[in-house]
């Protein structure tokens, strides 16, 4: 009995592909892995535990790459709405004036440093929705004044955003 399932789990591992990996096709895009339709072979750790439990991929079968191949044109268009719609939103971004408050000292340094948490509330405060991993900053924030980010909204679509950092009214 106990046989029994052992088998029927193996049964039900992923295809392997060429290399010995997981052949998977992803269903969104991922950093550092490929686009939207694209067949990719992965470790089996990774697709088991963040692609396709996250809706990233799914298996490889004839079946789903026949459906990509026949709708890859629809894909690629609501992909290319969907990076113009960020794009915009970029572009809206860079135009805020964003200023952080921080306890600094008279000669303007601060007493801790702004990191991307900071940067993504004040967004937030402002209307936008942000996330820390989207900020990309040079070094720690430690004085006051005029600082550019990099905001990456997706691996394609990134841009600068400048902000204040003032000090606090409070003593």
């Given at each position: 009995m106990?046989?029994?399932?052992?088998k029927q789990r193996?049964?039900?591992?992923?295809?392997?592909g060429p290399n010995g990996g997981v052949q998977?096709?992803?269903?969104?895009?991922?950093d550092n892995l490929g686009k939207q339709g694209d067949l990719v072979e992965v470790k089996a750790g990774f697709a088991n535990n963040y692609l396709i439990p996250f809706g990233y991929a799914t298996?490889?079968?004839?079946?789903?790459?026949?459906?990509?191949?026949?709708?890859?044109?629809?894909?690629?268009e609501i992909e290319s709405q969907r990076l113009s719609g960020l794009r915009s939103e970029l572009s809206t971004l860079a135009e805020q004036s964003i200023m952080i408050e921080a306890k600094?000292?008279?000669e303007g340094h601060l007493y801790?440093?702004?990191g991307?948490?900071?940067?993504?509330?004040?967004?937030?405060?402002?209307?936008?929705?942000?996330a820390e991993e989207m900020i990309i900053l040079q070094g720690a924030i430690r004085?006051?004044?005029l600082y550019t980010a990099v905001v990456r909204l997706h691996s394609e679509v990134e841009g600068e955003v400048k902000f204040w950092v003032v000090a606090s009214e409070e003593e």
């Open positions: 106990v046989q029994k399932q052992l193996r049964a039900k591992r992923l295809p392997k998977l096709l992803l269903i969104h895009a991922v298996v490889a079968s004839d079946h789903h790459v026949r459906m990509v191949e026949k709708h890859k044109v629809k894909l690629l600094a000292n008279e801790g440093s702004v991307p948490g900071d940067i993504v509330g004040a967004f937030k405060a402002a209307g936008f929705n942000l004085e006051l004044g």
